[in-house]
């Protein structure tokens, strides 16, 4: 030991008991001692002229840094005598700005410092504490001038009967919930980061300008900005020199630049402040401009690197050309990055190895005992932990010093960090970062983050480790990977899982060729109009019991998903034939047919299924899903099964009916279209009561009585609402054409419900019908039978027959139940469904049929009208039968406009006889 270690251990064994001890694992009384040797120094007199290496004045200045070094512990510390008078203070401008508004403090009364909101319930906890001779905890809230809440917490430690100890911390980053959990985080990594990489790199590099850069490209990844640089003040040449500049994009490193302070004076004072230059618009602050005149850097946080009071440098985090906002974090990081830097900085200033090596440690461990961060070291055993770590972890110092690391943080920790023989061992290590759960001494689990790096700690190669609390993230991250993989309604796995689930499918596929899955789409019939008339509740109700009964008929091999609205799709495992599938779907529709009670309603609903069998010749889920979706709607379009099994042809269908719906839509653009009447007769009269429009696509040689007969799909391509509007323009202008010649025969027009689906579409309706004169009380809407479930349509109905428009229904065959229900809508003619008429003279049932249907909507006051007509054997028998009207090639094709001007006053006697 050193004449100097000698009369420093002289100095600190006049403040402890006992003098033999060993003080290396003594951390707080070695630090008193120390600072108590300190004050002591001038009355040491051997000391000074036995001290060849430490003048007096470097003992002074390493006094003056310990002071600081006790300054910056974010806690304001009050000591009170009986009587609440402030005997000590120990302020920290950060800590009490908010709550403490006294200048003078030492031989005032807590009362007279506090503010009063505080200072009663403060008071009442010190008492108690008193009281119960115990420590005592008192957490506190304050409003800063910007309306800011910050959150303080007390620490009452009573220390002898007339001398109570209060430590006061803020503790609003505790407080805080953390909104962007990940960015918090990895602050907190990244800083944890550079201090063990700072102190990797100390103890076995001497390699000062290595650590800078790993500073610079540290900062420049976490704040992701492109330039980081370091500069330092060099007093000799009065500028600032730039020891580093790195740019993260080009991961070009430069130095050597310098600024004149002479030309900086603002920005120096700025500096000098010991606040970080927070800089949004370069060109919103002057002190800015006399750093930057090319315009080249648009956003900055140039922290200053200070040492006690004196600045030594700046850190400069730039972001080039563009404006930005810094968030507070960002703002805290880069103060943290500075700070760090100029612990390294002094410490790589020190003349004597040896010297830095101490005062490192010390500067650790002064942080470790301060800091919020758990900080431990580790060999087999532990070897010591901080505070914080004691308090995360339920146990004592004493307590984790006698556990291994094995029993508490498992094999795989324990494996990761084996013992470390040699420096050489240590240098081939880096920081490693692993999260881990352990059981505290309380019996909870907590996950933990650590960030793990070799260190010489107490003269040995240790394991230095830094740890957080990540039991809420863990908990988050839980909850988020359900939710992202689940339907927040019912849930079942959503659209992102049935997709993992089926690219696994489609693996196992592809490696056996006799492996089979299916696909089934299924959507719910008359959701919409349910859950429109019923409300959403009622909708969500239905969703959620059917989703239960598709769960409750498969097995639990397979996987039911929803993927939005009324659609479901279930993924069936391990098919062996059609038949399966057919079997399948057939329980659930039956399953799903049965009532479904929702008070106070019962409800009766059914599914259709579209079905893609896979097997290894399919690569992309997607067009498993294509195809299952082709597969429903086609389904869809079938009179009695609602079930449809994809194939081939289906897909080439679709092709062709996409390519028509695009050139639809070209020819309304076009003006491609035309309209058409066919006529409608009266079976009495022989006159022609209506004409029903058709739209011709001259080009196409096309003919439908509405656009959705080009397309043949059952959903919305985009042209029905145009084309609609068209037809209703072309018709209300035909019609007042027609007015001024004759009175113009009534036409009756196709329109798609969608056309009514909204106030808006039906108001655009309405504006077109009202357009003209003529067009009043002239002008049927027809709609298909099928769309009358919805309440919007009925709505839509009674607005019609305000304005004098009658409403149509065609495509009657179901009985007296639609009947009943068609009986109180404003309608008085109904339209048979054509294959009433295409089977009528094909055997005394289907006369008897269609006698029933036309006497049950006679029964109900309604006019009938049969479509199709194409013999005379049809037409002799609907007339015997008692039908009202009728149309089809047997009496016109539809005809132009012309001859349908012709025919307004022309009689189809001769036809009828």
Known sequence: MSEYHQLLKRQIGKHLTDTTAQTSGELETFFSAVSDAYHEFDEDRNLLERSLEISSAELLEKNTELRAMFAAIPEVLILLDENDKIISFQDNERQAAHFIFAVEKVGKYLRDVIQPE?????????????????KTTFEFSQNTSQNDQRHYESRIIPITQSVTMLLIRDITDRKQKDLDILTSVRRLELQNEVLLELNTRTESHNDLEEFYKTLAASVAKA????????????????????????????????????????????????????????????YDDPRAIEIEKDGTIGA??????????????????????VKRKWRPDEQQFAASAADLTSLVYERWQREATQLALQESEERFKVLAETTEVAIFAIREKFVYANPSMERLIGYTEEELCALSVKILFGDVFASNFPRLSSVKDSAKNKIQKLEVEVATG?????????????????????????????????????????????????????????????????????????????????????????????????????????????????????????????EFILLIDNITNEGDIHALVKSLQTAISKPIAISPHELVTSATFGVAIVDHNYEHAESILRDADLAMYQAKTQESSRLCIFDTDMRNLLQQQIETENDLRNAIHNNELRLAYQPIVDFKTGKTVFFEAYVKWRRKKLIAPTVEGFTQRPEDTGALIPAGEWMLRTIVQQLTDWSLMHEP????????????ETASLLERVINILQSSPAAENKICIEVKESFLDSNTLHASMDRLKSIGCDVLVEGFANGLADCASLNALPIKIIKLHPNITNTIDQGDAYQAFAKASI???????????????????????????????????????????????????????????
């Open 745 to 756: 025969t009534p036409i009756s027009v196709n329109l798609s419900a969608r056309q009514f």
């Open 118 to 134: 505080i200072y009663k319930d403060l008071l009442a906890t010190v008492k108690t504490s008193r009281t119960k001779n115990a």
């Open 442 to 566: 309380k019996g909870e689990s907590v996950w933990l983050h650590t960030n793990v790096a070799p260190a010489m700690f107490d003269g040995q190669l240790t394991w230095l480790a830094s740890a957080f609390d990540i039991t809420e993230q863990k908990s988050t991250e839980a909850r988020l990977r359900y939710q992202a993989y689940h339907d927040r309604l019912t849930g079942l796995p959503n659209r992102a899982k049935l997709m993992e689930s089926i690219s696994r499918c489609l693996e196992k596929a592809s490696r056996d060729k006799y492996y089979r899955f299916a696909i089934c789409f299924a959507d719910i019939d008359r959701f919409k109009s349910i859950n429109d008339s019923l409300g959403h509740l009622v909708g969500d109700q239905l969703l959620l019991e059917v989703a239960r009964r598709l769960t409750s008929n498969i097995s639990p091999l397979d996987l039911v998903a929803r993927i939005g609205g009324d």
């Open 223 to 282: 704040l992701n900005v492109q330039e980081v640089s370091l500069w330092f003040v060099d007093e000799k040449e009065k500028c600032f020199q730039c020891a580093l500049h790195y740019n993260a994009r080009t991961k070009i490193i430069k130095k050597g630049n310098t600024l004149e302070l002479k030309n900086i004076q603002n920005y120096t004072a700025a500096l000098h402040s010991g606040r970080a230059m927070v800089v949004e618009n370069i």
């Open 300 to 321: 900055f946080i140039h922290a200053p690197i200070r040492a006690s009071s004196k600045l030594l440098g700046v850190l400069r985090i730039e972001q080039p050309e």
């Open 855 to 913: 006497d049950l909507l006679h029964s109900f006051g309604f006019k009938v009208v049969a479509q199709g007509i194409q013999t005379r054997r049809q037409l002799k028998t609907l007339i015997a039968l008692g039908c009202d009207f009728g149309q089809g090639e047997y009496f016109s094709e539809p005809i132009g406009q012309e001859v349908a001007f012709t025919q307004m006053a022309h009689t189809w006697d001769e036809v009828l006889l």
